[in-house]
């Protein structure tokens, strides 16, 4: 596919393809939210991506993209000690 080539050469992802109302980018999404926009499938297919490097065609209800994830960060429960002001303050609002 030429566009997956010239990306991958270093093309400006902002000069090629169609427009959109969709963003063009998304920064720390998650799977949840990329299926909001795009549909389930597309969000499966998407997280199962390699990082680094432009992938696709993957296919929305809105037609085939060109995808590239700059990384992952996996989810997890955080530590008590991280949230706990946060889940004290939460407590304390009737």
């Known amino acids: 596919m030429q566009l ?3 990306l991958n050469d270093g093309g400006d992802p902002e000069a090629l393809g169609d ?4 963003p063009r980018t998304y920064q ?17 297919e998407v997280v199962s ?13 809105f037609g085939a993209h060109l995808v590239k994830l ?8 955080p530590e008590l ?3 706990r002001d ?3 303050d939460a407590a304390e609002c009737p």
Do not use: H, K, N, V
């Open 4 to 6: 997956l080539e010239m």
């Open 19 to 22: 427009p959109t109302l969709l």
């Open 28 to 44: 720390l999404a998650s799977q949840r939210i990329i299926a909001r926009d795009f549909g389930d499938e597309f969000a499966r």
């Open 49 to 61: 991506l390699p990082t680094g490097d432009w992938s696709g065609p993957l296919y929305s209800p």
């Open 70 to 77: 700059d990384a992952r960060i996996e989810a997890r429960f």
């Open 81 to 83: 000690t991280e949230i």
């Open 86 to 88: 946060a889940a004290l």
